[in-house]
């Protein structure tokens, strides 16, 4: 019980301190002398620009993989937050201009940028950006975006869009002209421009300090390859089973080509990482390519997928689908290491017999662990007696463990998979904060 | 499940920055009691002005000039424009008052914020005659 209140009170502590960054523009504006209102609507409109400005800014802060952020939630919450809190700011920033261009007219002068104020155009300019990264977020896979140009248009368009709207704010200069609000903007800009600065450009020169080399490329069942790399000069990095890592394979750590990837060897091998990872997408179906002796960076270990961060717990249920296996072959493989002899039930989905992915090194663990292991192939060959189709109620009813037991469950797998399976989870009255989650296609 | 409760989170706080801009806005602008005295003052002190065919011709020019000039993007004249700083009674103050205003003169300086004294100092490309429509055009606006 005292974890739940301890999750919940981490929790209410960062939203407390996100809307204290994000409302820190208008508490400032009211500090020392409060100049007259303009009317409502005019400063409801003026709170949602700076509110939405504020609420851009601090997406850098989310997504700057500091683990002290993402520790209490998991980093699919905090990219959920990104996404669902971006769509709010957007709006908040749609608003200002709407009402704006209702009331006030006149006060938004003409559009053409030849004509305009430089800082209105920026202005202009901004929302376009801010809107443009939403709409190659949400549907990149419609729009046809590679994933690694999709990243580099999103960090451009936000980092332009970030300076215009700066330009914007610094040019109306209404509520900026004050030495308090002159200096939290400047402090907004020095947190904004020193965070860019430390995740593209410090924290690849560590990750560059520190290279990997490719020392073995295995070919695995379910058309997916696992990655082995040594450290080069230096001790391999420490890390928790179920964690993941953004790999950056054959080019520069500068170049924004990292894509995440669950580590899926046992926790407790220190000279070596293994990532094992499926062809699914533009880059992974280059992973067969790879060649011994290739370079690698490692940024990592990120994530609470872990059963090293429920160490009380009594037992548990891993259940994944296709390559989701990765994270929980990993923490099979370090508790095996580990002599861990914890009830757990292990769940494993796929398409085919053929495709089961650890399929032979699971029967071995199987016999070094407490493990009821369950296959559960959505199409059988002829000769199948195990559980068949998906992964249903019925069946969960069946092989899971009373939902008093205090047991974790760990999810990994298609997104529709684990939506079904948190449903019926939560059917069985088992609390959310006892369910975790690994999101692997995010975008 | 969790992206659900993640969502929900979001849009509350999202609602939450939306309340709170609401009340900002609402003790930016409390509600006001009218002062009965001060604008029988003020009606008292403006003299209307009467202008002829030629003078309504200036005027009319004048407000070409704001236009052009977009003032409306720092001011308001009857509620059109940027209400931070309305123009709506500066029918009152002088041609030498008006002309130092519009066109950033020392005398104004430290009375406004620095970014819009150099901004006003972009107007001395006006002609005398443009400069001279415009105060006349703003020497007309007085309260009713």
């Known amino acids: ?443 | 499940m969790r992206e659900k409760w993640a969502k929900r989170i979001a849009y509350l706080t999202g609602l939450l920055v939306l309340l709170l801009s609401v009340m900002f806005a609402f003790i930016q602008n409390p509600p006001k009691v009218p002062e009965i005295t001060d604008v029988k003052k003020q009606a008292k002190d403006i003299q209307p002005l009467e202008p002829d065919a030629i003078m309504a011709e200036r005027i009319e020019h004048g407000l070409k000039i704001y236009t052009q000039q977009a003032c409306a993007l720092c001011h308001s004249i009857q509620g059109k424009g940027n209400p931070r700083y309305p123009l709506d009674h500066v029918g009152s103050l002088s041609i030498q008052e008006l002309s130092n205003w519009v066109l950033g003169d020392d005398e104004i300086k430290g009375k406004l914020p620095e970014r819009s004294f150099k901004l006003k100092q972009k107007h001395r490309k006006l002609t005398d005659y443009e400069l001279e429509s415009l105060i006349y055009y703003l020497q007309s606006l007085q309260t009713n």
């Open chain 1, 1 to 443: 019980m005292s974890k739940h209140w301890n999750t919940a009170f981490s929790v209410i502590s960062w939203l407390c301190a996100y809307l204290m960054l994000v409302l820190a523009p208008l508490f400032v504006l009211l500090i020392g002398n409060i100049p007259s209102g303009s009317g409502f609507w005019w400063d409801f409109s003026i709170a949602l620009g700076f509110t939405g400005m504020a609420m851009m800014g601090v997406q850098f802060l989310l997504t700057a993989r500091f683990r002290r952020v993402t520790a209490p939630f998991g980093i699919d919450i905090i990219y959920y937050f990104h996404r669902y809190l971006a769509i709010m700011a957007v709006s908040f920033l749609f608003l200002h201009l709407i009402i704006l261009k209702i009331n006030h007219p006149e006060a938004l002068g003409t559009i053409n940028p030849l004509q305009a104020p430089l800082y209105m155009t920026a202005g202009r300019l901004a929302l376009l950006f801010f809107s443009l990264m939403i709409i190659s977020s949400l549907w990149r896979k419609q729009l046809h975006i590679h994933y690694d140009e999709w990243r580099l248009l999103h960090i451009s368009l936000a980092v332009s869009a970030f300076l215009l709207a700066l330009g914007h704010i610094e040019g109306v200069g209404y509520y900026t002209g004050a030495p308090a609000k002159f200096w939290l903007w400047s402090g907004y800009t020095l947190i904004w421009v020193t965070l860019i600065v430390y995740i593209r450009l410090l924290k690849p020169w560590a990750i560059y300090k520190r290279p990997y080399r490719v020392s073995e490329v295995r070919q695995e069942r379910g058309q997916s390859w696992t990655l082995t790399m040594t450290p080069d000069g230096h001790k391999a990095m420490k890390f928790k089973p179920g964690q993941f890592a953004w790999l950056t394979l054959k080019t520069s750590p500068w170049r924004i080509k990292e894509h995440p990837f669950s580590i899926s060897c046992s926790a407790e091998i220190n000279n070596r990482l293994e990532f094992t990872i499926k062809e699914l997408g533009d880059f992974t179906r280059t992973i067969k390519d790879t060649q011994i002796g290739d370079i690698a960076f490692v940024d990592g270990p990120y994530g609470i997928f872990t059963v090293d961060q429920y160490t009380h717990a009594k037992g548990f249920v891993f259940i994944a689908g296709g390559v989701g296996s990765a994270p929980i072959v990993s923490m099979l493989r370090t508790l095996a290491d580990r002599n861990d002899q914890r009830p757990l039930v292990f769940i494993c989905a796929n398409n085919y017999w053929e495709d089961v992915l650890f399929r032979e090194e699971l029967e071995t663990l199987k016999t070094r662990l407490n493990l009821n292991l369950i296959h559960v192939i959505k199409y059988p060959h002829d000769n199948w007696v195990g559980e068949a189709g998906f992964i249903t109620e019925e069946l969960l009813s069946r092989v899971l463990p009373d939902s008093d037991q205090p047991y974790e469950y760990f999810l990994c797998g298609p997104k529709l998979m684990s939506d079904c399976i948190q449903h019926a989870l939560h059917s069985f009255k088992i609390p959310l904060s006892k369910i975790h989650f690994e999101l692997f296609d995010m975008v």
